[in-house]
């Protein structure tokens, strides 16, 4: 049972495979949490030592590790929610009234109210046994009945999805930051007394920051105690992290409360993101393998097909004639799947106009999309299209008939950026028309994948004091809903690059697009870090041109071609200008990697060591139902005193032989010594690369 219980003392362990995380019930009435590490089959090894103040400031509500505290009383640490009453009053007091267990669904809610406010809140919580997972999210509501008289409303003016405290100080905290065009820039930080905030204030969620919290305690790999926080959503999120002055560190985690107010008529209820968190003692792998694991659950199990995409080749630029004739040589070396980029819409001539008119340009298309979509149908590819539903340039139709159906404020001039303003999604008239010109778009024409970008943040939401929250809820309602209409649909998201990572997406998009840096040496710091959290299966990754357009920086094919393998393959170089060589080696890539595909995509990922000081990184997947492991190998650039590295991998069976080739010669060894002692290689110069497989005997 991953669910056990103490009802003498009002306790509750939640077990998963290998973790347990305990609460309880104080007698003051708080949610206290308890534990959280390796799993304790004795429940009586939980303790709820009576607390007491360190002194008149530091008072028992201060030092409690609370499940989820609210601003009010004497309260000065991060609370994960902040209310205000109709009578201008911000201080509230919960106490617990319930706690109920799911035991099918593997659900705990715990009922805390504020009685003379009719505030309730439902903390809950779900167990993960399999993958050492628990997920929690929050239900804030104003409860008139349970006042007793008439209520008026609650203003929220903060709200987490959990709290969590682990159990030590003098942690590691990673996270990523950057900027569009470098996005996934990994950073360790040492947590210490003052906090650390990472956040999103732009309403997508992951150019600068991603969010999620990981934190430990000299992990390598492999080993050491590892606590991770990840949080389901696309928008705007804050994670907050800092030691308290008693000894743990304290973890917050949820909707970014800067300029954002929701407001809850009687009767009217909040609920927060979910936040999927766990712990390992096996290290960042470890919490790697449980996230990617969820991150599977909530994917589409499909294979992933190998794109196309028109964007570097053609950028507005498109018509019938050179689409048709990108697709003949996309489908000639083995492309599954040819996306339309922008440009093929309305007036789009460049980024000032067009965005909003999602009919088909008459003057590129004359008859529609469909004598494009029949030949690359015939080309025995599926067709995708680009589109930025979420936004509308100024020089449009859509926005000539609605200018109002944009966050503004009434006085000032609308904020432009990338020349374009963002549609008020967060409006029942606006979801509306989106929705009926996507679906007509998918009714008229056969479309097996959506390209769906947000180029711009929002800004300026005018008097709208929930716009940030509200409009992610209302891009995933028009995603599933456009799914569930259209089934078989793929839909990627895209915000200018990897705006849009997080776990909120791929429960509702098909994969991301990583970043528009598409510079194969740039993307394997990118993918390395994305893989802590993140599974390959999600990751799109195109092999582009040399010089790249935004680093000019010259790297051979097979390096670029196997930078892009290593996540769901995609090709965005101009195939009007690849001569035969060319073409026949992406066309052997995509076979390779065809061939390789469902290791790639399903199997598990490890960041192995590189022990050589050189400029190397190596990657394994292994797929075990398969008897298959890859290994990546890229050198960017040979140094002084290069020498032949060894690398040795993981997650292989230590009984099993695999058999193998490098550059061409054939070995056998067994899994107990390809990672006891590696496997050497002789990578030379800059920008070599090797791709080898393991096959078991
Ligand atoms: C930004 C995306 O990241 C690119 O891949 C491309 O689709 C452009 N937008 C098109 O405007």
């Not at 929705?435 to 994948?449: G, K, M, T």
């Not at 993981?650 to 002692?677: C, F, I, K, Q, W």
């Amino acid at each position: 049972m991953p669910i056990r219980t103490d009802p003498d003392r009002r306790l509750v362990a939640l077990d998963t495979d290998a973790t347990t995380y305990a609460f309880a019930v104080d007698p003051a009435g708080l949610l206290r949490h308890l534990y959280w590490g390796p799993r304790l089959d004795r429940l009586a090894d939980v303790e709820a030592p009576a607390l007491w103040e360190v002194s008149t400031n530091d008072s028992v509500a201060e030092i409690t590790h609370e499940e989820y505290p609210i601003h009010g009383g004497l309260r000065f640490k991060e609370t994960a929610l902040a209310v205000r009453f109709e009578d201008g009053s911000r201080g509230a007091r919960l106490v617990v009234t319930g706690i109920a267990v799911d035991a099918e669904a593997q659900e705990v809610v715990v009922a805390l109210l504020d009685a003379p406010r009719g505030l309730t809140v439902q903390v809950h919580y779900r167990v993960l046994p399999g993958l050492d997972l628990i997920e929690r999210w929050a239900v804030v509501r104003n409860e008139p009945s349970e006042a007793g008289r008439e209520a008026g409303v609650i203003a929220v003016t903060a709200a987490a999805s959990a709290q969590f405290h682990v159990p030590r100080a003098g942690l590691t905290l990673r996270n990523v930051f950057g900027h569009w065009g470098a996005e996934q820039q990994p950073f360790t930080q040492q947590v210490g007394p003052a906090a650390l905030v990472l956040e999103s204030r732009r309403g997508i969620s992951s150019h600068h920051h991603n969010p999620y919290v990981v934190l430990d305690a000299d992990a390598s790999e492999d080993a050491g105690e590892v606590w991770c926080a990840a949080l389901a959503w696309s928008g705007n999120f804050r994670a907050t992290v800092a030691q308290t002055p008693y000894g743990d560190t304290l973890v917050q985690l949820g909707l970014n409360p800067w300029d954002a107010e929701v407001t809850l008529a009687p009767g009217e209820s909040l609920t927060t993101p979910r936040v999927v968190a766990g712990y390992t003692a096996q290290g960042l792998t470890g919490i790697s393998h449980h996230l990617h694991a969820y991150g599977h659950g909530l994917l589409d199990p499909r294979p992933r097909p190998v794109l196309y995409n028109s964007w570097e080749a053609t950028g507005f630029e498109v018509d019938l004639e050179g689409q048709l004739a990108l697709a003949q040589r996309a489908a000639g070396i083995g492309v599954e799947l040819f996306v339309m980029d922008d440009g093929w819409f309305g007036r789009r001539s460049s980024i000032d106009d067009g965005l909003g008119d999602w009919w088909v340009d008459p003057g590129a298309f004359p008859d529609g999309l469909g004598p494009l979509i029949a030949q690359v149908h015939e080309l025995g590819m599926d067709f995708g299209l680009w589109v930025e539903p979420e936004m509308v340039n100024p020089a449009s139709d859509l926005y000539a008939k609605h200018p109002d159906w944009i966050y503004r404020d009434q006085v000032h001039d609308p904020d432009t950026a990338r020349g374009q303003y963002v549609l008020d999604l967060t409006r029942p008239e606006v979801q509306e028309h989106l929705f009926a010109v996507l679906d007509l778009l998918l009714r008229e024409n056969d479309i097996a994948y959506l390209k769906w970008d947000a180029n711009r943040p929002m800004s300026a939401v005018g008097a709208h004091r929930d716009a940030h929250r509200a409009h992610i809820e209302a891009l995933y309602t028009l995603v599933t809903r456009l799914k569930g209409t259209h089934p078989g649909v793929m839909i990627e998201a895209c915000a200018s690059g990897g705006g849009r990572i997080d776990l909120g997406a791929l429960g509702v998009f098909d994969d991301v697009w990583t970043s528009d840096n598409t510079d194969a040496a740039d993307r394997l710091v990118m993918q390395r870090a994305y893989s802590l959290i993140y599974p390959a299966k999600a990751m799109r990754a195109w092999i582009t041109e040399s010089p790249n357009f935004l680093s000019q920086r010259s790297i051979p094919l097979d390096f670029r071609a196997r930078s892009a393998m290593m996540g769901t393959l995609g090709v965005g170089t101009d195939l009007m200008r690849a001569d035969d060589a060319e073409l026949k080696a992406l066309a052997a890539h995509i076979a390779t990697y065809k061939r390789l595909r469902p290791t790639i995509q399903d199997g598990r990922v490890y960041r192995l060591d590189n022990e050589t000081g050189n400029d190397y990184q190596f990657t394994g997947y292994v797929r075990e139902d398969r008897g298959q492991a890859l290994l990546f190998a890229f050198l960017q650039a040979s140094r002084v005193g290069h020498r032949k590295p060894t690398v040795r991998l993981r997650g292989l069976d230590p009984a099993a032989t695999y058999r193998y080739a490098v550059n061409g010669v054939p070995h056998e060894h067994s899994g107990a010594y390809l990672m006891g002692h590696g496997v050497p290689l002789w990578l030379m110069g800059d920008y070599d690369s090797a791709l080898v497989e393991f096959d078991r005997t």
